[in-house]
Nanobody, 120 residues
Framework: QLQLAESGGGLVQTGGSLRLSCAAS?????MGWFRQTPGKEREFVAV????????DYADSVKGRFTISRHNDESTVYLQMNSLKPEDTAVYFC????????????????WGQGTQVTVSS
């Protein structure tokens, strides 16, 4: 059973930066970040394949967020720059072998989430 642990969330002002980390307990899989706000569906943010060769981003974060992984550390990072109030959400790390990496149901393993709050 793969376990994921997110960290790095917090409160930041508009235009600021945060870096989220997701530490995996086991084997290397495709890993993605999703986010969710109250009353809304969990939405795709970014994904990186197991070997780091392919990344994809939601249009809303493209150019501001960067996903990367360090397999030696079994850790995936999400660098978030130029943050906006609409980025406020609980961010979840997910791992699996998705056919469509933008679909949350394609991921088998999930972390507990970390809160990101961007003040205006």
């Amino acid at each position: 059973q793969l376990q994921l642990a997110e960290s790095g969330g917090g409160l930041v002002q508009t235009g600021g930066s945060l870096r989220l980390s997701c530490a995996a307990s086991g084997r290397t899989l495709t890993m993605g970040w999703f986010r969710q706000t109250p009353g809304k569906e969990r939405e795709f943010v970014a994904v990186v394949t197991w070997n780091g060769r392919f990344t994809d981003y939601a249009d809303s974060v493209k150019g501001r967020f960067t996903i990367s992984r360090h397999n030696d550390e079994s850790t995936v990072y999400l660098q978030m720059n130029s943050l906006k109030p609409e980025d406020t959400a609980v961010y979840f790390c997910a791992a699996g072998t998705p056919t469509n990496p933008r679909v949350q149901n394609e991921y088998r393993y999930w972390g507990q989430g970390t809160q990101v709050t961007v003040s205006s």
